[in-house]
């Protein structure tokens, strides 16, 4: 899916280290080590992206793409798509999610209501949906 329109793009060859922020969309097809912060607009990792932040939040956006691979918790104002091919390694907050089958997740799921920006659970409810199965918690879906 190439870019178009108002869209940065990280390449193939390229590797950042440290902090993204800024106020246009967001196409990673190199590797970033380290947090993206572009609220109100869109980042996809690409097939050959790779980002990672520890199990920091890792990925700030109003809508996330992953189809290649993501190592943190991303959190996004309205949805996180990971396609069959994506892998997301980490908890998710959103309004909505989207998991094609044959994509890679683990981590937790946080869903927010984008209306009030309440969570739809409570903090006395304990942690949020876990997708785990299999001897290291992985889900295949």
Do not use: Y
């Not at 939040?57 to 309205?78: L, P, Y």
């Amino acid at each position: 899916m190439p870019p178009s329109g108002d869209q940065a793009t990280i390449g193939k060859g390229l590797v950042i280290k440290g902090e993204i922020t800024g106020s246009e969309s967001l196409f990673i097809d190199g590797k970033v080590e380290g947090s993206i912060n572009l609220p109100g607009n869109r980042v996809t990792v690409g097939a050959h992206g790779q980002v990672s932040a520890g199990m920091a939040i890792c990925i700030t956006a109003r809508e996330i793409v992953v189809m290649g691979k993501v190592h943190g918790n991303v959190s996004a104002s309205d949805r996180v798509d990971i396609r069959a091919e994506g892998a997301l390694t980490g908890d998710v907050t959103a309004a909505r999610i989207s998991i094609e089958d044959g994509a890679f997740f683990k981590g937790g799921i946080d869903i927010r209501k984008t209306d009030a920006g309440v969570s739809s659970k409570s903090e006395s409810e304990g942690p949020g949906i876990r997708a785990a199965s299999g001897a290291d918690s992985a889900k295949r879906i």
